[in-house]
Structures are given as C-alpha cells and as structure tokens.
C-alpha cells in the first residue's frame, strides 16, 4: 500500500501484507487518528494439493505451523497524532 503525500507529490509505501494476501477494507476513523486495514485471504496462492499437505505459502498471522486467515489491523502513530501528517 503506497500513500502520496498531495502538496510534494512524494510517494512512500505505507505497509504491505504477507504472501498471497489481498489488502482490502482502508478506513479511518473521524479524526483520522486510527486506520482500519483488512488483510483476506493470506496464503491463497498455496496450490490445492499443498495445502491438503500442510505445505502452506504463509503462516500469517499467527506464524509456526498456523493455518493463514484474515485478520484487520488497527494501525495508530505512537504519539497519537493524525495518520500521514
């Protein structure tokens, strides 16, 4: 996920997800203080017979041997200032 910053034009990337995942759901909150981003569908590039055989692309969220699922991230500054700025 790219953010661009609207006076400079300057882009940076602002997060990126694990294997196989698609980057879904981008909301804030109000006061843009808080992010809300789901993460579908980790791992879905593990092929049928791979997965039957626990051989999985990705492990996310939990890592080890985990099944991959979704989840949503809440994503906040540690100053609690206003996301981007």
């Not at 909301?27 to 593990?46: C, E, K, L, S, Y």
């Not at 039957?52 to 906040?76: E, F, Q």
Request: no cysteine.
């Amino acid at each position: 996920m790219l953010a661009a910053n609207p006076e400079t034009g300057e882009i940076k990337r602002f997060l990126t997800g694990p294997v196989g995942q698609e980057i879904t759901g981008v909301i804030t909150t109000p006061d843009q203080r808080t992010m809300f981003v789901n993460v579908q569908h980790p791992g879905a590039t593990t092929e049928a017979d791979a997965f039957a055989a626990g051989d999985l692309v990705s492990h996310w969220p939990d890592g080890g041997s985990a099944i991959p699922r979704s989840a949503t991230l809440v994503i906040t500054r540690e100053d609690g200032g206003i996301i981007g700025a």
